[in-house]
């Protein structure tokens, strides 16, 4: 019968623990116990889709950057979010490090290397573009991102930590599994932890269309701009003001 096809299907997917089951699935204890946490991180999507738009209106839609967004859409950020809400923490760590990626290589097509033709390869998959520390190599080519003291050492060390969650190299030093075993379950420690690297590179992707593209990506309402101050470093916030974005 199609009913018991189905019910196989969701039962060999865990998908009971991760949506269904009461009192244990990850989706309604995350929604519950890390409101505050799912709260600020949809805020931080919310922004940096805006952020995005602002490119897409003023480089217009066949901008590299703005194109790239509109491939990657749902972002990786969004995917990571619904696999945190699933408990599938380490592979919504790893949507962190492709969201970064890809906002990186926008950057690069659209502001470090702008050639057209070779974007067009990339698209075909004819060429290759940079990668990990090749990309952010590739950005302090220019000399706008030599002006902050210690971004390429942040960029360099964030790469590092999420690459590696790529092979499970670092799943000790986090102990993601603490508190689960053969299906998803609801760890809040592994919740915190995915948090903190998602203000991380949600701050580094800000900053680096801030040093790429200055008031072109900040054009939006002064609530959403109220996200940065609330979530930025005192350091990047200070550059955003003296270039009157905040």
Not at 57 to 74: C, G, L, M, Q, S
Not at 76 to 87: E, N, V
Not at 182 to 187: D, G, L, M, Q
Request: hydrophobic share 40%; net charge neutral.
């Amino acid at each position: 019968m199609l009913s018991e096809r189905i019910a196989k299907i969701i039962s060999s997917l865990d998908l009971g623990f991760s949506d269904s089951f009461e009192g244990e699935n990850v989706r309604d204890l995350t929604l519950s116990e890390k409101l505050d946490t799912l709260e600020q991180a949809v805020a931080l999507m919310s922004f940096e889709e805006s952020m995005n738009f602002s490119i897409f209106n003023k480089k217009r839609p066949e901008h590299p950057t703005a194109e790239i967004y509109v491939i990657d859409f749902p972002s990786d950020f969004r995917a990571s979010i619904y696999l945190l809400l699933g408990g599938y923490y380490r592979q919504a760590i790893l949507c962190l490090r492709n969201w970064l990626e890809i906002r990186l290589t926008g950057i690069y097509f659209g502001f470090i290397n702008p050639d057209k033709t070779l974007y067009e390869k990339w698209k075909q998959g004819n060429e290759r573009a940079p990668i990990t520390k090749g990309l952010v190599k590739q950005l302090f080519s220019r000399a706008e991102f030599h002006r902050v003291s210690g971004l390429r050492d942040r960029l360099d060390a964030l790469v590092n930590e999420l690459s590696g969650f790529t092979h499970c190299s670092i799943l000790q030093k986090y102990n993601l599994q603490s508190e689960t075993d053969n299906v998803p379950r609801f760890n809040p420690k592994s919740v915190d932890l995915w948090f903190d690297f998602s203000l991380r590179v949600f701050s580094e992707i800000v900053f680096c269309y801030f040093l790429a593209y200055g008031k072109d990506a900040f054009s939006m309402n002064p609530e959403e701009l109220d996200i940065l101050r609330r979530h930025l470093s005192k350091e990047y916030v200070k550059h955003l003001q003296q270039k009157g974005i905040l």
